[in-house]
């Protein structure tokens, strides 16, 4: 596949995907490069030479017009050309499985049989969508100039194949879960300082403290719950410029409320949504996991740390969903990179940082923003040991069971046990 694939792979994507799906496109453009059968859009087979020669002659009969539609409307002459590559290999396939000899019709079920084929075969997740996204450019020129030559009733059936609602297409990422043993996953979340300081703030909590109408921690409690979450803060009813003045002195932040502390908020809300803390009208208590986390077996505290994590994972990504277009495409991109790092091919910094550069340009300001929120919210999790953000974004071994627990029902996630 020619460099600019990985341009319009990632444009076309994050059309009809979004950012994540381009995102996730720029990730596994490289690994790609470095396997025998990637990115070939027969899966891996290699169709006969006279096959292969006959596909290629049907298609290069129509690239002249084809470049003129793509440039027209998708982007410059090289990404057009990659484009046909991929198509060419596939039609090649295609013809090998069916016998055809044109390549301005496709049957709906051998199409529908070869699509799951490559997707079975395909060294990753992304290649199947990127051939199924490139496969419907080229269905939409075959009709839209007037050159198919199938039955309108083929064509309804294939262009709702290889379009918005094809099978390929509503498939999230994959998330291959590592083999470690327990021992190995303990010590990994013994390690963690989000488990470290949540066993501080559980012993703090003690049998039970006050809470606000909000379900947050009084002002008072501020500074000692702060500091068990590794924050350093007071609690004070307003900011005056003496206070901030001693704040900036002393390095420690003033807050007018427990949510004004965004380590303090994330673990407080984790813990409850792990249900190891019950927050009542006026109090919040520890329930009984809070006791397994904290003095049960290796197993137990191992089973309660997990479930904290996936929490803690949901909280850095839940704030955005549900509201604005904007919001949502954060949220998305959040998850998207999360499953990226939690892969054998970890995403580069710097690609992720060059994603808006492939956005249309009335689209390029909102496409920063979301790159831009997305990164900065994901730092948080650098604090509490959930992720690794250098060069490279990773997420350690013992954590990627937790990535796709946490995002696998709302961003359509399949998780694969190895």
């Given at each position: 596949?020619k460099?600019?694939?990985?341009d319009?792979?990632?444009?076309?994507?994050?059309?009809?995907?979004g950012?994540?799906?381009?995102?996730?496109?720029?990730?596994k453009?490289?690994?790609?490069?470095?396997?025998?059968?990637s990115?070939?859009?027969?899966?891996?087979?290699?169709?006969?030479?006279?096959?292969?020669?006959?596909?290629?002659?049907?298609?290069?009969?129509?690239a002249?017009?084809?470049?003129?539609?793509?440039?027209?409307?998708?982007?410059?002459?090289?990404?057009?050309?990659?484009?046909?590559?991929?198509?060419?290999?596939l039609?090649?396939?295609?013809?090998?499985?069916?016998?055809?000899?044109?390549?301005?019709?496709?049957?709906?079920?051998?199409?529908?049989?070869?699509?799951?084929?490559?997707?079975?075969?395909?060294?990753?997740?992304?290649?199947?969508?990127?051939?199924?996204?490139?496969?419907?450019?080229?269905?939409?020129?075959?009709?839209?100039?007037?050159?198919?030559?199938?039955?309108?009733?083929?064509?309804?059936?294939?262009?709702?194949?290889?379009?918005?609602?094809?099978?390929?297409?509503?498939?999230?990422?994959?998330?291959?879960?590592?083999?470690?043993?327990?021992?190995?996953?303990?010590?990994?979340?013994?390690?963690?300082?989000?488990?470290q300081?949540?066993?501080?703030?559980?012993?703090?909590?003690g049998?039970?403290?006050?809470?606000?109408?909000?379900?947050?921690?009084?002002?008072?409690?501020?500074?000692?719950?702060?500091?068990?979450?590794?924050?350093?803060a007071?609690?004070?009813?307003?900011?005056?410029?003496?206070?901030?003045?001693?704040?900036?002195?002393?390095?420690?932040?003033?807050?007018?409320?427990?949510?004004?502390?965004?380590?303090?908020?994330?673990?407080?809300?984790?813990?409850?949504?792990?249900?190891?803390?019950?927050?009542?009208?006026?109090?919040?208590?520890?329930?009984?996991?809070?006791?397994?986390?904290?003095?049960?077996?290796?197993?137990?505290?191992?089973?309660?740390?997990?479930?904290l994590a996936?929490?803690?994972?949901?909280?850095?990504?839940?704030?955005?969903?549900?509201?604005?277009?904007?919001?949502?495409?954060?949220?998305?991109?959040?998850?998207?990179?999360?499953?990226?790092?939690?892969?054998?091919?970890?995403?580069?910094?710097?690609?992720?940082?060059?994603?808006?550069?492939?956005?249309?340009?009335?689209?390029?300001?909102?496409?920063r923003?979301?790159?831009?929120?997305?990164?900065?919210?994901?730092?948080?999790?650098?604090?509490?040991g959930?992720?690794?953000?250098?060069?490279?974004?990773?997420?350690?071994?013992?954590?990627?069971?937790?990535?796709?627990?946490?995002?696998?029902?709302?961003?359509?996630?399949?998780?694969?046990?190895?």
């Amino acid at each position: 596949m020619k460099a600019g694939t990985a341009d319009i792979a990632m444009g076309h994507l994050q059309d009809r995907y979004g950012v994540w799906g381009g995102l996730i496109v720029a990730k596994k453009m490289k690994a790609r490069g470095r396997k025998a059968s990637s990115g070939r859009a027969d899966g891996g087979r290699r169709p006969t030479s006279l096959v292969a020669a006959r596909a290629s002659r049907a298609v290069d009969a129509l690239a002249s017009d084809f470049m003129r539609w793509f440039e027209a409307d998708f982007g410059p002459a090289e990404e057009g050309l990659a484009c046909l590559e991929v198509v060419t290999s596939l039609v090649a396939a295609y013809f090998e499985k069916t016998g055809a000899v044109t390549a301005t019709a496709f049957e709906p079920g051998p199409l529908e049989d070869l699509l799951g084929e490559l997707a079975d075969e395909a060294d990753d997740e992304v290649t199947p969508l990127v051939v199924l996204d490139m496969l419907h450019r080229y269905v939409d020129f075959l009709y839209g100039t007037g050159r198919w030559s199938g039955s309108e009733d083929d064509y309804a059936q294939v262009h709702a194949l290889v379009g918005e609602g094809g099978p390929l297409g509503s498939r999230g990422p994959v998330i291959h879960v590592p083999s470690l043993t327990e021992d190995e996953q303990a010590e990994s979340f013994a390690s963690l300082p989000l488990v470290q300081r949540a066993r501080a703030l559980l012993g703090w909590l003690g049998g039970g403290r006050p809470v606000t109408g909000t379900g947050g921690l009084r002002l008072a409690d501020l500074e000692e719950a702060a500091a068990c979450a590794g924050e350093r803060a007071r609690g004070v009813r307003k900011r005056s410029q003496e206070a901030l003045a001693a704040a900036a002195d002393g390095g420690y932040a003033l807050a007018q409320s427990m949510w004004d502390l965004p380590l303090l908020s994330r673990l407080w809300t984790a813990l409850a949504a792990a249900d190891m803390v019950q927050i009542r009208a006026t109090k919040a208590v520890p329930r009984a996991t809070a006791e397994r986390f904290l003095t049960g077996t290796a197993s137990e505290q191992l089973e309660q740390s997990r479930a904290l994590a996936t929490e803690y994972f949901s909280r850095v990504v839940e704030s955005d969903l549900g509201a604005t277009p904007g919001e949502a495409a954060v949220a998305a991109m959040k998850v998207g990179i999360l499953a990226a790092a939690a892969s054998e091919t970890p995403p580069e910094m710097a690609r992720l940082r060059a994603v808006p550069d492939h956005a249309p340009e009335e689209e390029r300001f909102m496409a920063r923003y979301v790159v831009h929120s997305a990164l900065a919210d994901l730092l948080w999790l650098t604090d509490v040991g959930l992720l690794e953000m250098d060069e490279h974004i990773r997420v350690p071994p013992a954590l990627v069971q937790c990535v796709g627990a946490a995002f696998k029902d709302e961003f359509d996630l399949t998780m694969v046990y190895l």
